[in-house]
């Protein structure tokens, strides 16, 4: 070992950049006082300078800039200058998302970044546009709400109700380079169905605006969201792509190449918190190697997230950038060492590793912000992960060659080069949906975060030195003695709870949707379930597993619009429906009994059927759906 890289090693230790990684995360979410934090920089200078612990001196610059940049963002946010009207050239920082009835998209006008959302005639034209694009907006601004903190967190300060979109121009330079790039992605594409089409976008772009309710339902009760949402695994993907064409290059030129590459990547996947740490860790050991200070990856992520956190503080409430670096650390803490103690071909051993270690770092985070883990994640992600990454490295190549042949006018060799895709994105559907059928019984926050103490343990234990491996092995036996059996105990509590008569409406399964459960349905039944025009078919079918509902007596979509016939139809393929009936055929012709309840459903005029369900026994009544 070189004396550069020794001393590079020595530079910042194991618990220097724990330190550094934590407390910079923690005062980016709550920032010290400016005074606080601008005597801990002048502290940290006077350390380098003149003192002996340097290391020290550079952590509590880097924590105190953190907070420093974290207190003026977050002050900026609480007290933002929002005029009466907006009026005047904005720039989109988002893509648009939604309905083409009602489409958000984040616009910076005169500095000030606002939550747009654009209903009617307007949402069309902004339905259509993407980020970095220009447009002329006119419209009324308005406070942020009590739970629009996910909207602090990327720097919008209010939100805009758009009157008039005018004047649209292109986005341009190298943002302008991305959209173009991503376009013939999608153009390279067009010979899969629409749900293949949109799943290919969402692993190789992370733009997965356009899965279907049913897909995006399937991968988040699979645990499989990471993969439409781009990451670490990505960036790697694309240098494993690029990789080729780098390596007959000096090593300077090597770097330079392989840092305009990831700069682009980052502009395609509009920045993704979790592609920012993965691009600012590969970029400082890009930096490293080509320096001739190769150092070890534990190092490159704690740098990177420090980096990034100081650059842009508020990325430290982002869940994607939270999960990207527990993620990591994971996997380079533990995966090799997993792998080396499984059996079978290396290939399999080493992607079995960087599962079982990703899955168990994000367990406690995952339980912690979304409520739970699913038991089904750990299976689904060792069959999908595989076959999306090969999606993601074929992906990029066979997508932006069959672009380029369907705009040569050669569709079919564009076919013929996305019939691999198709077949993988196939698989991934059928794993996701095989994995979202199965009961939905997630690890709450004390059960996952047993299993992650449990498997660091065994971990430990079995890196241990040999006089220690007994002890260490010893306590990890335990500890995952104590992870069954919070499991088996916890498991059951987060189950669906015991039947009765229950209406899931508003809150439970959004606007347009009610469901009624009788008190001698089994926990896995519902006896109706009444959609309208207002129904969104994630959010319904999110209701209904997490409710542990597998069956449906009666369905009755009492309006015609799009949205209540295509949650009609994602329930249907989802769940067991016995009956459904619809606005466009014909009603019953009285009350009809179901279960606990009459359901009349009466059709007076071209409006929506009014549904009335009422208790059939003592079980108790519930008024009318509306």
Not at 392 to 412: D, F, N, P, Q, S
Not at 555 to 575: D, E, Q
Request: positive net charge; charged residues 15%.
């Amino acid at each position: 070992m070189s004396a550069r890289t020794e001393a590079a090693r020595r530079w910042l230790t194991g618990p220097q950049l724990v330190v550094a990684v934590v407390g910079a995360w923690t005062v980016a979410l709550r920032p010290l006082p400016a005074p606080m934090a601008g005597a801990l920089v002048a502290v940290g200078i006077v350390i380098l300078l003149v003192g002996r612990r340097r290391p020290a001196g550079l952590v509590a610059v880097a924590v105190a800039t953190v907070s420093l940049h974290a207190g003026v963002a977050r002050s900026a946010a609480a007290d933002p200058p929002v005029p009466a009207e907006v009026a005047g050239a904005g720039v989109l920082v988002s893509d648009p998302s939604g309905t083409v009835g009602a489409t958000s998209a984040a616009i910076e006008v005169q500095g000030i970044r606002y939550q747009a959302t654009a209903t009617g005639a307007v949402a069309r034209p902004l339905r259509a546009m993407v980020s970095g694009e220009h447009v002329v907006v006119r419209g009324r601004p308005r406070g942020l709400d009590a739970d629009d903190g996910w909207l602090v967190d990327r720097h919008v300060v209010a939100r805009l109700e758009l009157q008039s979109l005018d004047d649209w121009s292109p986005a341009s330079g190298a943002l302008g380079w991305a959209n173009r790039f991503r376009a013939l992605l999608w153009s390279g594409a067009s010979s899969l169905d629409d749900d293949e089409r949109a799943l290919f976008a969402g692993l190789v772009t992370g733009d997965d605006r356009a899965l279907s309710a049913l897909d995006a339902d399937a991968f988040t009760t699979a645990g499989l969201t990471h993969l439409t949402a781009v990451s670490g695994q990505n960036v790697a993907f694309v240098l494993i792509v690029v990789h080729p064409v780098v390596r007959w290059l000096p090593w300077r030129w090597r770097a330079v190449v392989v840092l305009a590459v990831l700069g682009g990547f980052t502009l395609v996947t509009r920045a993704e918190p979790s592609v920012l740490r993965a691009v600012a860790m590969a970029g400082f050991t890009t930096l490293a190697v080509a320096t001739g200070r190769p150092t070890s990856g534990l190092r490159h992520l704690a740098l990177a997230a420090v980096a990034v956190l100081a650059v842009d503080p508020l990325l430290a409430g982002r869940p994607g950038f939270v999960l990207s670096v527990v993620a990591s650390g994971g996997i380079l803490a533990a995966a090799g060492r997993i792998g080396d103690r499984l059996r079978g071909p290396r290939a399999w051993r080493d992607g079995l590793g960087v599962t079982l270690a990703a899955q168990v770092a994000t367990a406690p985070v995952l339980a912690a912000v979304f409520g739970g883990v699913p038991l089904v994640a750990l299976p689904a992600n060792v069959l999908a992960v595989p076959i999306a990454g090969a999606v993601m490295v074929y992906g990029l190549v066979a997508g932006t060659a069959a672009g380029i042949a369907g705009r040569l006018g050669a569709g079919w060799l564009a076919a013929l080069l996305q019939r691999p895709t198709g077949v993988a994105l196939g698989a991934l559907q059928g794993i996701a949906d095989l994995a979202a059928r199965a009961p939905d019984r997630p690890l709450g926050l004390l059960a996952a975060s047993l299993v992650a103490v449990g498997s660091t343990a065994v971990v430990l234990g079995w890196a241990a030195p040999r006089r220690c491996r007994r002890v260490a092995g010893r306590g990890g036996g335990l500890l995952v003695a104590a992870t069954l059996a919070g499991t088996v105990l916890g498991v059951p509590a987060l189950g669906p709870g015991s039947a009765g008569s229950a209406e899931l409406d508003g809150v439970a399964a959004g606007p347009g949707a009610a469901v009624w459960r009788g008190a001698s349905s089994s926990p896995a039944d519902a006896d109706v379930v009444v959609l309208d025009g207002r129904a969104d078919a994630e959010r319904v079918l999110r209701a209904l597993r997490r409710s542990g509902i597998r069956r449906v007596d009666l369905l009755v979509v009492r309006s015609s619009a799009p949205a209540a016939t295509a949650a009609a139809a994602a329930v249907t393929r989802r769940l067991d429906v016995a009956h459904v009936v619809r606005r466009d055929g014909a009603p019953p012709s009285g009350p009809v009994a179901v279960g606990g309840w009459w359901v009349d459903v009466r059709h007076d005029g071209d409006g929506p059927w009014a549904v009335e369900v009422t208790a059939r026994g003592p079980a108790g009544s519930v008024g009318p759906s509306g």
